[in-house]
């Protein structure tokens, strides 16, 4: 494992309970069937643990989703404020 997969995994908190609101954005790329289910994986773990999320997908982004899908961005971004008045 990697050194910074094995800093994350042994020194990394658990923040259970995050008492406010949350949009978390999710870059899903195309990717190999094992990296594809690793994410998923991950972003469903996510969702679990902090069920109170507003949680996005945005399909065939690239790791910098803030730039390669800007619109998409700034739609759910404007949704999600919206949403807190």
Do not use: C
Not at 32 to 48: G, L, M, T, V, Y
Not at 56 to 76: Q, S, Y
């Amino acid at each position: 494992m990697p050194p910074a997969m094995v800093a994350i995994k042994t020194n990394g908190v658990k923040y259970t309970k995050i008492p406010v609101p949350i949009l978390a954005i999710f870059a899903t790329q195309r990717e190999s069937p094992r990296e594809e289910d690793w994410r998923n994986k991950q972003i469903s773990a996510f969702e679990e643990g902090v069920p109170t999320a507003h949680v996005v997908r945005i399909p065939h982004a690239g790791h910098d989703v803030f730039n390669t899908n800007k619109d998409d961005v700034l739609r759910e971004m404007t949704a999600f404020l919206s949403s807190l008045r």
